[in-house]
């Protein structure tokens, strides 16, 4: 993906005469966190395009790692968590009681309930398996609740 990207750099501004774009101050400062917490670092990109192809290898890998160490099955039930950033500038993590209805090919994991209702495996954390006593005891208990952001 980045050496496609890295040779599209260099072709595009041939074929289309438009300029490289520049990568955003957001696009780095979420490359640099991502780098950093898969132990890694990497050199500041050229472009957008070539930013966008390092995120995109980074997020694939922590997706990979996640579905490995989680081993979802259909109707587990896990505790998503979803990290917003109100205007006050503080951290909040909405945490929801979901249960695993499908994955996708790329590792998105839908939740039963319909509307589209998916996560990305990083924010899962499994809290009962699929035909467990403790499953349907999960899926009962408390859900859609907020809790203070720890990192």
Not at 2 to 24: F, H, K, M, N, Y
Not at 59 to 72: D, E, F, I, M, P
Request: net charge negative.
């Amino acid at each position: 993906m980045v050496v496609a990207a890295r040779i599209r750099e260099q072709i595009d501004p041939i074929l289309t005469g438009r300029p490289i774009r520049d990568p955003s101050e957001a696009q780095l400062d979420f490359l640099t966190r991502l780098a950093r917490e898969a132990g890694e670092t990497v050199a500041t990109p050229s472009s957008l395009e070539v930013a966008s192809a390092w995120i995109d290898v980074f997020l694939g890998r922590r997706t990979a790692l996640a579905l490995q160490s989680l081993k979802l099955q259909r109707d587990d039930v896990c505790d998503r968590r979803r990290v917003h950033d109100s205007p006050d500038l503080e951290r909040k993590v909405l945490v929801q009681r979901v249960q695993v209805s499908s994955l996708r090919d790329d590792g998105l994991v839908y939740f039963r309930g319909g509307n589209g209702k998916c996560g990305w495996p990083s924010s899962l954390q499994v809290v009962a398996r699929a035909g467990t006593p403790d499953a349907q005891v999960a899926l009962e208990e408390q859900s859609g609740f907020w809790i203070e952001d720890d990192g």
